[in-house]
């Protein structure tokens, strides 16, 4: 068990592209941290950095006090499961999770002991004396993660660990892998390009955009106080719509104005935190779920608004609508017995608690 | 029930000649009839040469009458052929290990350069291996040659007392594998660095991972990973060695004192030179039975594991 350190780590290729632009991260003893962002935004190469299957260009790595920046990957503690499994196929399911431990000469009875617990936590003990290619992919992962387990490292590495699992099984897999994080609770940092898992398995998520952190939070935070516009649109789905609008000062009070005129008024609580942009071009935040028709979840703070329906989504438990203003999309979640119909206007509430204010210069939620 | 309900249908009776056009257009006929030139050819050049091999070798002398199993009687109670028996084995052995471990070096080696160089070394190492042998041979022969050796040349630049490379035997039998594992490492090569380039990465992270160091990764995960490919150059390699003949045969004819000989070559001597043409088919068909049954092992082996593995 042991804590993570990341300063100023930076990752350069040749030709002077920076894949990791010197960040910053803490990660605590048995914590389990989510490390999410799209295709390209340098998570699974800082993954693999602190596996040590990257060097690093600049900046420090500690796992547990050391540095570990020119320490190989084997003498790193740390056990990792890869997207694609990366079993051995010619050995046996017994012999992939006790190859770990062979390799470090552990006596034949510790190595059986600690194998057959961790098929117990992860149900293949009937499974142990197959090859990998008998084995369906969520065995495999399953397998994969016993051989990280009866290593008992220091910390544990996911990389995209489920992307190759239909998305039932994903679902499954997601709470096993939680439940197992609950039972060893060793310290795990996991990539995924899935808000979804992010938000479902972390203890806090960082968010990562083209090599830089864009935020570090519990997943609560992330949803409720976005710190730029990259992580409104990224966390939370379907994503956070962004309306062009203007603030506008009447009397005391502040209203965000939508290009075609309607008016939504500011909660009180938020007038001064916005007063400085009154009269400025703004984009308005609000998610699928906070625009609705649903007037039970949050009394205070309502805001009536009119738009036409594009496309109707019925899902069974919400039905999504999708407008088109002004040139952008917007989409609305709203109760199954809504009877919406295309091209009918609809009258929506928008609930202004949930808002936010984004400055178009700087991309920084106000 | 069911039986009874397809008995009520009303048949449609084929007229004359439709069952023939029916069995002709059976996708098996037809693929049948596709290959049949092909099993032609095979027939032709390798069944057909093979059975009268075997009938040649069985007859005697004279070929007048069938003597059954004399001619390998003779043959085992000839010291000659008893040499003969441990230099082909001795050569094919040592050639094929070396080739094998030299080859898999030199994938080894061409697989840690970077791709745009790589392609160079490739095609430079190959070079042995696209040369015809007849030639090339007559290259080392001159090489070897007591008086202008350019190897003794070189030897004696360092020192070094000059080699009868082909005129003592056991130098002989060494020259004849050295331009033999000269001629077939490329081809090892080649392959090897296919079924290297063929192991996922990450196979390689996670051992590292597991504590591997590089030594373990190459026993652990490269080896095996390379098992099949492995089995069938080696018992490729094999068969083709010791059916060798054009290197003993430019080098050093089966001298000094026939002790050089193969099966190939001697097979030569004894059936066509000296005119026993079914002792020469006995010589030659001598390790057929044991390769037989050595490259059905192996083969069993490659595809229990292309099951298991693949």
Redesign the interface.
């Known amino acids: 068990m042991a804590q993570v350190s990341l300063r100023k780590v930076i990752k350069a290729y040749e030709g002077g592209v920076q894949a990791v632009k010197g960040i910053d991260l803490e990660i605590a003893d048995h914590e389990f941290v989510v490390l999410v962002g799209p295709s390209g935004c340098g998570k699974s190469t800082t993954l693999r950095m602190i ?3 990257e060097e690093i260009s600049g900046g420090d790595i500690a796992i547990g006090g050391t540095i570990v920046n020119d320490i ?3 003498d790193r503690d ?3 499961v ?1 997207q ?1 499994y ?6 046996s399911v017994y012999d992939n999770m006790a ?2 431990l062979t ?2 000469k552990f006596p034949k009875a510790e190595i059986d002991k600690r194998v057959k617990e961790a098929a117990r936590i992860l149900d293949i003990t009937p499974l142990l004396e197959r ?1 990998p ?2 084995l369906s992919g969520g065995q495999r992962q399953r397998v994969a993660m016993g ?1 990280a387990i009866v ?1 008992d490292p220091k910390v544990f590495l996911f990389d995209e660990p489920l992307s190759n699992l239909d998305a039932k099984l994903r679902v499954q897999m997601r709470t096993e892998i939680k439940k197992v994080h609950q039972t060893v609770k060793t310290t795990t940092i996991y990539v995924t390009h899935d808000q979804v898992e992010a938000m479902t398995l972390a203890d806090r998520v960082v968010v990562m955009n083209h090599g830089v952190i864009e935020q570090v939070g519990p997943p609560q935070e992330l949803y409720h106080h976005p710190a730029t516009k990259f992580v409104a649109g990224f966390i939370g789905s379907p994503a956070m719509n962004f309306i062009p609008a203007r603030i506008e000062e009447a009397s005391g009070a502040l209203n965000v104005v939508m290009n075609n005129g309607t008016t939504l008024a500011v909660p009180e609580d938020r007038v001064a935190r916005y007063r400085p942009h009154a009269g400025k071009q703004v984009l308005f935040g609000i998610r699928p779920e906070h625009l609705t028709d649903d007037k039970t979840m949050d009394k205070s703070n309502l805001a009536p608004l009119s738009l036409t329906p594009e496309v109707i989504e019925p899902m069974g438990m919400e039905t999504l609508a999708h407008f088109r203003h002004e040139g952008t999309e917007i989409t609305a979640r709203l109760d199954p017995s809504t009877p919406a119909e295309v091209g009918k206007p609809l009258a929506l509430i928008a609930h202004m608690n949930q808002m936010h204010i984004i400055d178009p210069t700087t991309d920084k939620v106000i | 029930m069911a039986d009874g309900g397809a008995a009520t249908l009303p048949r449609i009776e084929a007229p004359g000649g439709a069952s023939l056009k029916r069995f002709a257009r059976r996708r098996s006929t037809i693929a049948f009839l596709m290959t049949l030139p092909l099993i032609a050819v095979i027939g032709g050049l390798v069944v057909w040469p093979a059975g009268y091999a075997i009938h040649l070798a069985t007859l005697n002398r004279r070929m007048t009458s069938f003597i059954g199993l004399g001619n390998f009687e003779i043959l085992l109670e000839s010291e000659t052929f008893r040499m003969v028996i441990f230099q082909s084995v001795f050569f094919a052995i040592t050639a094929v290990i070396l080739k094998a471990a030299i080859g898999f070096w030199l994938a080894h080696m061409l697989h840690h350069i970077p791709a745009n160089g790589q392609r160079k070394w490739r095609g430079m190492l190959l070079v042995p291996w696209v040369i015809p042998p007849a030639l090339s041979t007559l290259g080392w022969w001159w090489m070897f040659e007591p008086t202008y050796s350019s190897i003794n040349w070189i030897l004696n630049i360092f020192a070094i007392p000059s080699v009868p490379w082909l005129g003592e035997p056991w130098w002989a039998r060494i020259s004849v594998i050295i331009v033999n594992v000269w001629y077939g490492a490329p081809f090892f090569m080649i392959m090897y660095l296919a079924a290297l380039k063929s192991v996922p990465e990450q196979l390689y992270e996670a051992a590292a991972i597991d504590g591997a160091t590089s030594w373990q990764r190459l026993r652990y995960v490269t080896l095996p990973m390379m098992r099949n490919i492995i089995s069938i150059t080696v018992l490729f390699s094999l068969i083709v060695t010791f059916a060798n003949y054009d290197i003993v045969r430019v080098l050093t004819n089966g001298g000094p004192r026939d002790l050089t000989h193969v099966f190939a070559s001697y097979a030569f001597q004894v059936g066509i030179l000296a005119g026993n043409i079914p002792r020469g088919a006995a010589v030659s068909l001598f390790m057929f039975p044991i390769l037989a049954i050595i490259a059905f092992f192996v083969l069993r082996g490659v595809n229990r594991r292309n099951k298991e593995e693949a």
């Open positions: 596996a040590g299957l190989p990957p084997r740390i056990a990792m890869f694609n990366a079993l051995y196929p010619h050995m190859f770990g390799l470090r090859k290619k008998a051989r290593r």
